[in-house]
Nanobody, 123 residues
Framework: QVQLVESGGGLVQTGGSLRLSCVFSGRDFSVHDMGWFRQAPGSLREFVSNIRWKETETDYTDSVKGRFTISRDNAKNTVYLQMNNLKPEDTAVYYC????????????????WGQGTQVTVSS
């Protein structure tokens, strides 16, 4: 049974940093493309970033480019999201997800989801 567990969320001031982690278990992590999504209060869940299983291809939504970095450690079955220069509009529950196919920006392509971790950025 596949399980994704996120951690690393919290409360941070504007301009601060957080690193989210997502541990994958239950299958061969190294063959899965991974993504991060977020859902702010009153909003739909949206794409943040993804990374191919080869680790060499990444994608970011425009609002986080230059501030967020996605990475993965296949030996540790973990995907990370380093978030720098955080802004109040980054406040959301952050979810990691795994796809059996190629990573895209669309939630429907992701099969497995974590429970989410709350990130709150104070102004």
């Amino acid at each position: 049974q596949v399980q994704l567990v996120e951690s690393g969320g919290g409360l941070v001031q504007t301009g601060g940093s957080l690193r989210l982690s997502c541990v994958f278990s239950g299958r061969d992590f190294s063959v899965h493309d991974m993504g991060w999504f977020r859902q702010a209060p009153g909003s739909l869940r949206e794409f943040v970033s993804n990374i191919r299983w080869k680790e060499t291809e990444t994608d970011y939504t425009d609002s986080v480019k230059g501030r967020f970095t996605i990475s993965r450690d296949n030996a540790k079955n973990t995907v990370y999201l380093q978030m720098n220069n955080l802004k109040p509009e980054d406040t959301a529950v952050y979810y990691c997800a795994a796809t059996g196919g190629q990573a895209t920006r669309f939630q429907k392509n992701y099969t497995y989801w974590g429970q989410g971790t709350q990130v709150t950025v104070s102004s």
